[in-house]
């Protein structure tokens, strides 16, 4: 055995014991151990934020909570959106209509550490442009929710207005 391979076999063994004893003590090498799946509160609170982009007005700060290649089957528009450039005109035309928006029901599927969904009814209050009158759209959604990068990113959003309403 050369020196270089005798030192090399010390150092792959020194890394193997701390490694060992780290995992025996509980702890790893980024601190307390604690489950990364999120809970249903946390993922039905993403349409708060969603929520809180629609009233800044700004269709790319709506946008961004989309990942680069979501899909958009929205309320309002026959057209399915499958790219930034879609969703942010979709919301370019949405968004003057001051929607407020609000949970009527909602069932939370967490499928893993990375991905849940969130699906129900909601309903809209939208402000009429040129009367300021105010009408309620209630409508059936679903947000397919991926953590990308480390950050929650909706990956589908279907919504689809009550056909009884």
Do not use: C
């Not at 604690?34 to 708060?48: G, L, M, N, V, Y």
């Amino acid at each position: 055995m050369t020196r270089k391979t005798r030192i090399r076999a010390a150092l792959v063994t020194a890394a193997a014991v701390v490694t060992a004893a780290t995992v025996t003590a509980g702890v790893s090498a980024a601190g307390p151990e604690e489950s990364p799946r999120p809970t249903r509160k946390q993922i039905a609170s993403f349409f708060d934020t969603w929520n809180a982009a629609l009233r800044t007005g700004d269709p790319d700060q709506v946008a961004d909570l989309y990942a680069k290649d979501a899909i958009l089957l929205p309320t309002v528009s026959n057209e399915v959106r499958t790219d930034r450039a879609g969703i942010v005109d979709y919301f370019e035309h949405f968004l003057p209509n001051k929607p407020v928006g609000k949970k009527i029901r909602t069932i939370v599927n967490v499928l893993d550490d990375n991905s849940a969904i969130d699906t129900g009814v909601y309903e809209f209050t939208l402000t009429d442009q040129d009367t300021g009158e105010k009408r309620v759209v209630q409508a059936r959604y679903t947000y397919e929710y991926e953590k990308r990068g480390g950050t929650w990113k909706i990956v589908n959003h279907h919504s689809s207005a009550m056909p009884e309403g």
